[in-house]
């Protein structure tokens, strides 16, 4: 029957697709509910600066009840695929922005700037500008706070609609970071044309930086060209202490990982904060920052 139908048609009937097809179906429907019932939470990863704690990374988590913990890894890209994101992006926005107003109140947390993740399909919503004012206006957050990271799949489609949205939200005073970098398609010549603020260096490169000589030439290089283009850099997954000393004397002295922490939960992260000062990873930077 179903060979009748022509050649394309048999793939339709194949059990294996199907039933991931109905997996697919079935972890969307999850996520819907799931955001109903609460089940998504934000995790917050320290970002340091020469030896202080300056913000946080926000990372989406979501507890599934049968599933148990589901990493975005596995969700973020469906939900992309699906066009949920739209949905669950506006919703990390406003956790995000009531977390900053929160911040705002305790003095120890009141400058601290918050990284939000934004995929490309959300990125290019028509009013994805004013979903953003609105986030930050709703609980009074400053924008001046807010980071919103990018990443090169942006650039994929219609890069003139990207700078102009980009320019209005940094009229606001939010900054840009461009995530993942030297993972994607970003020419050099678009890295010219996006407003950006920041580049944040793949913690694939920084993973064998002492190891490698390609990915510490790659490091380097990301970081001279962000000195060149004006740009913050930030490194990321950074784990040993030789890793960090490492981006110390190329010049990187931003950097996110499991070496100060990995994202945890909000209350988590606020004890991390206040006792920043006694952690061990952040001492030898504190030294340098002295001598
Ligand atoms: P990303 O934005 O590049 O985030 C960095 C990832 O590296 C996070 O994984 C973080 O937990 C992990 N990481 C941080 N430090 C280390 C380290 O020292 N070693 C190692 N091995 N890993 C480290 P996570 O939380 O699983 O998130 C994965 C990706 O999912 C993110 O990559 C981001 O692309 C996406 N994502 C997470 N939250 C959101 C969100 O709210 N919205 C969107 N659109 N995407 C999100
Ligand atoms: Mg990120
Ligand atoms: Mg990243
Ligand atoms: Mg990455």
Redesign the pocket.
Known sequence: QAKGLGRNMVQFFDPQLQTALQLRRSLEQDMREGLEQQQFELFYQPQVESGQVVGAEALLRWKHVQRGYVSPGEFVPLAEETGFILTLGDWVLRKACQQLASWARQPAFAQMTLAVNVSPKQFHQRDFVQRVLTALAEHGADPRLLKLELTEGLLLTDVDDTVAKMVRLKSHGIGFSL??FGTGYSSLSYLKRLPLDQL?I?RSFVHDVLSNPNDASIARTIVALAASLGLHVIA?GVETQEQCRFLADINCHAWQGYLMSPPVAVAAFEELVRNARAHESLKPCMHTAAD
Do not use: I, S
């Open positions: 995530d993942d944040k793949d990321e």
